[in-house]
């Protein structure tokens, strides 16, 4: 199968990245090396194409019900120009996706599943859109729109002047505008996937490479994205959790904040049993204590050597000059400061049970 | 992009150079290596007096974004190990055929360096 190409394909190769298949794509994993990449983006702006994204929109009267009862959080009464993080769960409430819905402007809805999961993710929408006999359309536009992050202290301010719309820097976390870059109209928000301030861009695939040009500052590819992500604890979809190889709820991947139990959704019954009961295992962060680099798929063990678990994602962190990680725990493993053992190559090395949000410690 | 490719010296397919000196084998990873491998964070390296053998695994390399093996280029006794890489494994980076160095080898035979590719060779590999 030919993998699916963004938009800037051709000037990223020209430009000098190295390219890498994720979801399906051929998307640039590396411009000039990950850590200069990433700290560009903690200390001063970098721009990521994330045109694997997905983009799906859904408008008509039966919308906001649908959007409503395929996703955790409530988003029927979501406000025009805000967007809100949450899962894509199944019957047994185990996460397939999670995503960012925006209510545009106009009322529509413009969600974004995760690379590769577009196409799966419009055909559940189509299929309870007519199992619920709704009146709602859906159009998958992930090869219409193309999406770029902008991300890091200077991000604001560059974005800000690339549209020639001061009060972009007014707009507050979560909150999504339309403003013309370069001549192309974008829907400019107020998120990302770095623990970053800065925007994310979602914007005709023509378009893109007017915009690109009009953002100067370190171009950015998944390599960084990944590292920035990890160090902010934020969850990769399709490897902190998968709804084949590793089926989580939003509980056990600590996102138990996006689920709203007061609105109907697919989902909602087994999620509540867990809520009640808590869940069996969650997601923690580790600390190595001892050399070497946990990677995802390394078993976690207790001092004694039982196996508890396994690393979903693991890196050497290029903002602490340590390595980090993450992996699923039982609850009774899972307090911070527990002692715990992640095997590398055979050896079991100790770590620590930390806060993922491996930047605030 | 074109790499630095020494005429001193001799290459393996997956990488790894060996550099005849006073008896002593040096064993590194080539220019091209650590530009594909990108920053290199962590490096496992084998203890002083163990055996190494041609072709198989000694060490592991890792950079931000990936894990790999290292090749032995020749079967020999370790004879020192560069451990500054444990703190400052950039130096495979900066300088792989120089301060980035990871092994001393005693080479079992010597002769067995005619086996590995010469420059030229290498060089058309990477192209």
Same mark, same amino acid.
């Given at each position: 199968?030919?993998?699916?190409?963004?938009?800037?394909?051709?000037?990223?190769?020209?430009?000098?990245?190295?390219?890498?298949?994720?979801?399906?794509?051929?998307?640039?994993?590396?411009?000039?090396?990950?850590?200069?990449?990433?700290?560009?983006?903690?200390?001063?702006?970098?721009?990521?194409?994330?045109?694997?994204?997905?983009?799906?929109?859904?408008?008509?009267?039966?919308?906001?019900?649908?959007?409503?009862?395929?996703?955790?959080?409530?988003?029927?009464?979501?406000?025009?120009?805000?967007?809100?993080?949450?899962?894509?769960?199944?019957?047994?409430?185990?996460?397939?996706?999670?995503?960012?819905?925006?209510?545009?402007?106009?009322?529509?809805?413009?969600?974004?599943?995760?690379?590769?999961?577009?196409?799966?993710?419009?055909?559940?929408?189509?299929?309870?859109?007519?199992?619920?006999?709704?009146?709602?359309?859906?159009?998958?536009?992930?090869?219409?729109?193309?999406?770029?992050?902008?991300?890091?202290?200077?991000?604001?301010?560059?974005?800000?002047?690339?549209?020639?719309?001061?009060?972009?820097?007014?707009?507050?976390?979560?909150?999504?505008?339309?403003?013309?870059?370069?001549?192309?109209?974008?829907?400019?928000?107020?998120?990302?996937?770095?623990?970053?301030?800065?925007?994310?861009?979602?914007?005709?695939?023509?378009?893109?490479?007017?915009?690109?040009?009009?953002?100067?500052?370190?171009?950015?590819?998944?390599?960084?994205?990944?590292?920035?992500?990890?160090?902010?604890?934020?969850?990769?979809?399709?490897?902190?959790?998968?709804?084949?190889?590793?089926?989580?709820?939003?509980?056990?991947?600590?996102?138990?904040?996006?689920?709203?139990?007061?609105?109907?959704?697919?989902?909602?019954?087994?999620?509540?049993?867990?809520?009640?009961?808590?869940?069996?295992?969650?997601?923690?962060?580790?600390?190595?204590?001892?050399?070497?680099?946990?990677?995802?798929?390394?078993?976690?063990?207790?001092?004694?050597?039982?196996?508890?678990?396994?690393?979903?994602?693991?890196?050497?962190?290029?903002?602490?000059?340590?390595?980090?990680?993450?992996?699923?725990?039982?609850?009774?493993?899972?307090?911070?400061?527990?002692?715990?053992?992640?095997?590398?190559?055979?050896?079991?090395?100790?770590?620590?049970?930390?806060?993922?949000?491996?930047?605030?410690? | 992009?074109?790499?630095?490719?020494?005429?001193?010296?001799?290459?393996?397919?997956?990488?790894?150079?060996?550099?005849?000196?006073?008896?002593?084998?040096?064993?590194?990873?080539?220019?091209?290596?650590? $530009?594909?491998? +990108? &920053?290199?964070?962590?490096?496992? @390296?084998?203890?002083?007096?163990?055996?190494?053998?041609? %072709?198989?695994?000694?060490?592991?390399?890792?950079?931000?974004?990936?894990?790999?093996?290292?090749?032995?280029?020749?079967?020999?006794?370790?004879?020192?190990?560069?451990?500054?890489?444990?703190?400052?494994?950039?130096?495979?980076?900066? $300088?792989?055929? +120089? &301060?980035?160095?990871?092994?001393? @080898?005693?080479?079992?035979?010597?002769?067995?360096?005619? %086996?590995?590719?010469?420059?030229?060779?290498?060089?058309?590999?990477?192209?």
């Amino acid at each position: 199968m030919s993998l699916r190409q963004p938009p800037l394909r051709d000037r990223h190769e020209a430009a000098g990245a190295q390219f890498t298949d994720f979801g399906g794509w051929e998307m640039p994993v590396e411009f000039d090396s990950v850590r200069t990449e990433h700290e560009a983006v903690r200390e001063s702006a970098g721009i990521f194409d994330v045109s694997h994204m997905g983009e799906i929109e859904v408008s008509g009267p039966g919308a906001p019900e649908l959007m409503d009862r395929l996703l955790t959080d409530s988003v029927a009464d979501l406000d025009r120009g805000r967007a809100t993080y949450c899962a894509i769960t199944d019957e047994d409430g185990v996460m397939l996706d999670d995503t960012v819905v925006y209510r545009r402007p106009s009322g529509e809805f413009l969600f974004v599943p995760n690379a590769g999961h577009d196409a799966e993710t419009d055909e559940r929408w189509v299929d309870h859109r007519d199992r619920w006999d709704l009146m709602a359309t859906v159009e998958n536009r992930t090869e219409d729109y193309a999406m770029f992050a902008v991300q890091g202290p200077d991000a604001v301010e560059l974005v800000a002047e690339a549209a020639d719309a001061p009060d972009l820097a007014e707009l507050s976390r979560f909150g999504a505008t339309d403003e013309t870059v370069a001549g192309v109209e974008c829907q400019v928000s107020r998120t990302g996937y770095t623990g970053e301030d800065g925007f994310e861009l979602i914007l005709p695939w023509d378009g893109a490479g007017a915009v690109w040009d009009a953002i100067d500052c370190q171009p950015c590819g998944l390599g960084a994205r990944d590292t920035l992500r990890l160090e902010a604890g934020l969850l990769l979809s399709g490897q902190d959790f998968h709804p084949g190889d590793n089926p989580r709820t939003p509980y056990e991947a600590d996102i138990g904040w996006s689920v709203d139990l007061d609105h109907e959704f697919v989902g909602r019954d087994a999620l509540r049993a867990v809520d009640e009961a808590g869940p069996d295992e969650r997601i923690v962060g580790l600390r190595p204590e001892e050399r070497g680099i946990p990677r995802s798929g390394y078993t976690i063990t207790t001092e004694e050597g039982e196996e508890i678990g396994e690393v979903t994602s693991g890196t050497m962190s290029p903002t602490l000059g340590h390595p980090i990680a993450m992996g699923y725990v039982p609850v009774e493993y899972a307090e911070e400061g527990t002692d715990v053992r992640v095997v590398i190559r055979g050896d079991p090395k100790k770590a620590t049970v930390v806060d993922k949000r491996f930047l605030d410690e | 992009m074109s790499f630095e490719i020494p005429e001193d010296r001799r290459y393996l397919e997956t990488h790894e150079w060996a550099h005849h000196e006073d008896g002593t084998v040096r064993v590194g990873i080539t220019d091209f290596a650590q $530009d594909e491998l +990108g &920053d290199v964070v962590f490096v496992e @390296l084998p203890e002083v007096g163990d055996e190494v053998t041609a %072709d198989e695994a000694f060490g592991v390399i890792e950079s931000i974004k990936a894990v790999s093996d290292l090749y032995a280029p020749i079967s020999g006794t370790v004879t020192g190990r560069n451990e500054e890489l444990f703190d400052r494994p950039e130096l495979v980076n900066e $300088d792989p055929f +120089g &301060d980035g160095w990871m092994l001393g @080898l005693d080479p079992d035979d010597p002769d067995d360096l005619d %086996d590995l590719m010469d420059p030229d060779e290498y060089g058309d590999q990477i192209e």
